[in-house]
């Protein structure tokens, strides 16, 4: 039985939404703004005017008022009151439904210690970080055991790094306190490091629904693919162990390293912000560096689309207008494309089992012959080889 359901939902942002959340998921609501998300949040609240039926862990509640279903919501500006401090924050829901102030207490102790600011508890809002406002706005939203937390791009006024790190705690949360969760961003970085499953929603529609990297790899539509970025996703028709963490995928013909140490790879997806293009072979290591011909350019307001003919493949590079303009490209030119590694999104064969470690072969590693990954370094052996391997963090 899923712990959330949404039935044919209309409203003016909604058009005809169904959809399942299971017991204990974390499910990211993924879209552009204005696509239908946080009213989607509203309608599970009963914050928002809708036709259709919600369903929370199987039973209707479109007749029962916000206080009684027990739904949990961190808003995007938060709202904390700036008059109380943290303790009375957390425990200002509590209070409103009538607690006793001993199970008050007990139960903001406990909140304080979950999100780390026992030491931070009788401070007032204007004295807290961002990170430490939203931990507050969390633990207020747990404080009365709801079945349902609602965050609604709840690390959207972060900087970088503290979203990152915030994202990561929140996940360790959820997945502790095995709440069903409904996190809206339209951010696809969010999306891949918190959900369990991702639902696409555009124009008021659920576009698609799936874990992470099938939403990423196989897009049910044209509308999903453009949102993610219109990557280049090829298939992989082999891979090879190259040591160290690092392996060599072919992909109709197109050798590319990666780093990965998992299953066997079945597809691999470039977005076209990170292929780099130049019109002159770039120096050093030849490792994910390709020569090709332009074939075609369409510019947009922003950004220029070149479509390069790669052997096989037509890989889509994008740059803005500047760069291009400074680069003096045209059609029928060759170029040279640069991948780096670490922007290569990988898919795993699931079908296959066998770890990557335990189909690899003595030939697997680069021998002394294999100049693309070693290269001798004067005086210096490594144990039983003739060459030692160099770091390469310059093509990362």
């Known amino acids: 039985m899923p712990a959330i359901e949404l039935r044919n939902i209309h409203n003016y942002a909604c058009r005809g939404v169904n959809l399942e ?35 929370i862990d199987g039973i209707p509640v479109d007749r ?8 949990g919501y961190v808003f995007q500006d938060l709202v904390l009151f700036p008059h109380l401090d943290v303790v009375s924050n957390i425990a200002y829901g509590l209070r409103a439904q ?27 809002p204007r004295g807290l970080s961002g990170g430490e406002k939203q931990r507050v706005a969390l633990a ?22 503290t979203s990152k790190y915030l994202r990561f705690e929140l996940k360790q949360l959820q997945r502790r306190l095995k709440i069903s969760t409904l996190y809206v961003t339209h951010q696809l970085e969010e999306a891949e490091e918190v959900a369990d499953r991702v639902a696409v929603v555009y124009d008021g529609r659920i576009e698609q629904v ?35 963490g690092l392996v060599e995928v072919r ?37 994910n560096r390709f020569k090709g011909v332009i074939s075609d350019i369409k510019a947009s307001q922003e950004w220029v689309r070149l479509t390069v003919k790669v052997k096989h493949h037509y890989l889509v590079a994008e740059m803005p207008h500047h760069i291009f303009q400074g680069l003096g490209l045209r059609m029928g030119q060759d170029v040279f494309l640069i991948l780096k590694p670490k922007k290569v999104k990988i898919y795993e064969d699931t ?44 093509i990362f």
């Open 21 to 55: 959340v299971s017991a204990g998921e974390l499910l990211v609501l993924l879209g552009p703004n204005g696509a239908g998300k946080t009213t989607l949040l509203n309608v599970i609240a009963d914050l928002s005017e809708y036709e259709g039926s919600v369903f």
């Open 64 to 71: 029962v008022p916000t206080q009684r279903r027990r739904v």
């Open 98 to 124: 009538g607690w006793s102030t001993g199970k008050i207490g007990a139960r903001v102790e406990e909140l304080l210690r979950l999100v780390q600011l026992k030491h931070l508890a009788h401070r007032y």
């Open 140 to 161: 207020r939203a747990l404080a009365p055991f709801p079945r349902i937390l609602l965050l609604d791009e709840p690390f959207s006024n972060l900087d970088t790094q």
């Open 210 to 244: 799936g874990r992470p990297e099938e939403v990423f790899f196989y897009p049910a539509s044209e509308k999903v693919r453009a949102f993610i970025g219109a990557p280049n996703i090829l298939e992989c028709t082999s891979t090879r162990v190259l040591g160290r």
């Open 251 to 287: 992909c109709g013909g197109l050798p590319v390293v990666v780093p990965h140490d998992g299953n066997s790879v079945k597809r691999i997806a470039l977005f076209p912000k990170d292929i780099f293009v130049s019109p002159m072979k770039p120096p050093g290591s030849e490792i």
């Open 351 to 394: 079908t296959n089992p066998n770890r990557l470690q335990n189909e690899g072969r003595p030939e697997a590693f680069p021998g002394p012959n294999d100049t693309s990954l070693q290269r001798p370094v004067k005086g210096r052996r490594g144990p039983g080889n003739r060459y030692t391997l160099r770091p390469l963090r310059h």
